[in-house]
């Protein structure tokens, strides 16, 4: 079955940049959307399409995509940006979808 | 406002069957593929299934094809997950997702004697 890799964590000092990695054979087909998940709340899209930023999400995440591997990136790291992230997508026939096993951002 | 919001979680013994339901408003429940996804305790998010705009069709993880059935209602703007054979690996909060941007709160399953 297909899968998406993250790191299990990252860890940054407040105001520096966190980058979240995640790989797929099927990413340069399909987009990666990204999500934030707080302790005991449901996930929050923050990154759609690869590199759109819905409303309402801080400036300081933005997203890009280079072949099998799509990058969230964290400018300016905020304690509230501790939280777990995770990438999604949909296999090469766009049709069964999947999520990375998650990175644990860790603000130092 | 969007809003999904899931009910049906319960308490249920190996073996037993569950039907989850999804409530959508705020948007056109009618336009989006709408899927079903998990998270055991502790552990990650997985996803389960997926249905396409009319129902015409369905996709499952592996793990719950043959025991679970996902459908909908676009007059009643309703997602429902049919869960039967439940095991205790199908403990979960299970939420529905509306294309890739929205989702509810989850309801809780616990597969337990």
């Known amino acids: 079955s297909y899968e998406l890799t993250q790191p299990p964590s990252v860890s940054v000092s407040p105001g520096q940049t966190a980058r979240i990695t995640c790989s797929g054979d099927?990413?340069?087909?399909?987009?990666a959307y990204w999500y934030q998940q707080k302790p005991g709340q449901a996930p929050v899209l923050v990154i759609y399409?690869?590199?759109e930023r819905p409303s309402g999400i801080p400036e300081r995440f933005s997203g890009s995509s280079s072949g099998t591997t799509v990058t969230l990136t964290i400018s300016g790291v905020q304690a509230e940006d501790e939280a777990d992230y995770y990438c999604?997508?949909?296999?090469?026939?766009?049709?069964?979808?999947?999520f990375g096993g998650g990175t644990k951002l860790t603000v130092l | 406002e969007v809003q999904l919001v899931e009910s049906g979680g319960g308490l249920v013994q190996p073996g037993g069957s569950l039907r989850l339901s999804c409530a959508a408003s705020?948007?056109?429940?009618?336009?989006?593929?709408m899927s079903w996804v998990r998270q055991a305790p502790g552990k990650g998010l997985e996803w389960v299934a997926n249905?396409?705009?009319?129902?015409?069709?369905?996709y499952y993880v592996d793990s719950v094809k043959g025991r679970f059935t996902i459908s909908r209602d676009n007059a009643k703007n309703s997602l429902y997950l049919q869960m039967n054979s439940l095991r205790a690996e199908d403990t979960a909060v299970y939420y529905c997702?509306?294309?890739?941007?929205?989702w509810g709160q989850g309801t809780l399953v616990t597969v337990s004697s």
């Open positions: 997702e509306a294309g890739f941007d929205y």
């Open positions: 999604q997508s949909a296999d090469s026939s766009g049709t069964y979808g999947v």
């Open positions: 099927a990413l340069p087909k399909q987009y």
């Open positions: 399409k690869d590199s």
């Open positions: 705020g948007f056109t429940f009618s336009s989006y593929w």
């Open positions: 249905i396409k705009q009319d129902g015409s069709e369905k």
